[in-house]
């Protein structure tokens, strides 16, 4: 697991998670936010204050919720593990289940702060 | 296949390192920086957490994860038992994983198992302090009070359905938290 996850750090850097998540068409912010923090497995110390950037530059906070919510429910990193605790069946419904209520979250921020109008 | 596979890429994986340092070559080096920093962190984290959940599995008697946790239980209860565990929780989902199979070999309902993986990836106390320090108390609060009752109406469903079909959760392999 250490293996995968310095790969997917290296692969998905900072930087990078920077330019995707700051493109102008907040459609499209979302989508890359929620498979971006899908697929990584962020330690929160890097993860939030490269979030406090993004917001800071005018990301909308959906788009940064989306990102943080799915990287803290979804792991496709973390996958291999699970299975072994849970069974690839039951992995994959929760990991699905979890991605959706990661949209479900992000919809609910964009309303609270008003960010909805945006999309 | 599968037996010689994960030691034929790790082998690999290691000669990469190894080449990349030698030759200068920078993602290789990156690569390996990512996996010294991150193993730095597991390592600070994973020995307290293997020794408390040690610590759960001997002292916690099961009588008590069943009554509390179990079939019978108060649903609410067990549910706000979990999110106080799930709070006080640290790491991530790595620690989360053997914490949750010690409550289910003690009789934990599968709906409060998958609960209290829910809420530990979502509502960690320190993690949430940092994140609020980041973006915001409103923000938090927002994501918590959007996710918890999303995440326990939709263990509740998952749990049930697990249940239904006979779902057993297995011990991994030697026991390893990671591999």
């Known amino acids: ?119 | 296949m599968k037996g010689r596979l994960l030691p034929a890429l790790l082998v690999l994986y290691g000669l990469f390192v190894g080449v990349s340092f030698i030759a200068g070559f920078d993602p290789g080096m990156d690569i390996a920086r990512n996996f010294a920093d991150f193993a730095l962190h597991m390592f600070r984290i994973l020995p307290c957490a293997f020794v408390l959940i040690g610590l759960f599995e001997v002292w916690v008697k099961r009588e008590t994860v069943i009554r509390h946790l179990g079939e019978g239980s108060s649903r609410l209860m067990a549910y706000v038992w979990v999110l106080l565990l799930a709070a006080t929780t640290v790491g991530g989902l790595y620690v989360a994983f053997p914490v949750a199979w010690t409550l289910y070999s003690k009789g934990a309902r599968p709906q409060v198992v998958l609960g209290y993986i829910g809420a530990s990836a979502i509502c960690r106390i320190p993690m949430t302090v940092f994140e609020a320090s980041f973006l915001g108390a409103g923000f938090s609060l927002v994501r918590l009070a959007v996710s918890l009752p999303l995440v326990i109406a939709s263990s509740e469903l998952l749990g049930a359905y697990l249940s239904r079909r006979g779902w057993v959760m297995s011990r991994p392999e030697g026991d390893a938290p990671v591999s």
Do not use: Q
Request: net charge neutral; charged share 10%; aromatic share 8%.
């Open chain 1, 1 to 119: 697991m250490l293996v995968l996850v310095s790969a997917v750090l290296y692969l998905v850097p900072d930087d990078s998670v920077y330019r995707l998540l700051g493109v102008e068409d907040p459609w499209l912010g979302m989508l890359l936010a929620l498979t971006i923090g899908s697929i990584t497995l962020m330690p929160g110390f890097i993860a939030f204050p490269l979030c406090g950037i993004l917001h800071g530059k005018g990301v909308p906070l959906m788009v940064i919720s989306a990102f943080t919510t799915t990287m803290m429910m979804v792991g496709l990193v973390t996958l291999p593990l699970e299975k072994t605790y849970f069974g690839m069946r039951t992995a994959l419904i929760r990991n699905s289940v979890s991605l959706l209520i990661a949209v479900v979250v992000a919809l609910a921020t964009g309303l609270v702060f008003g960010e909805l109008g945006l999309l």
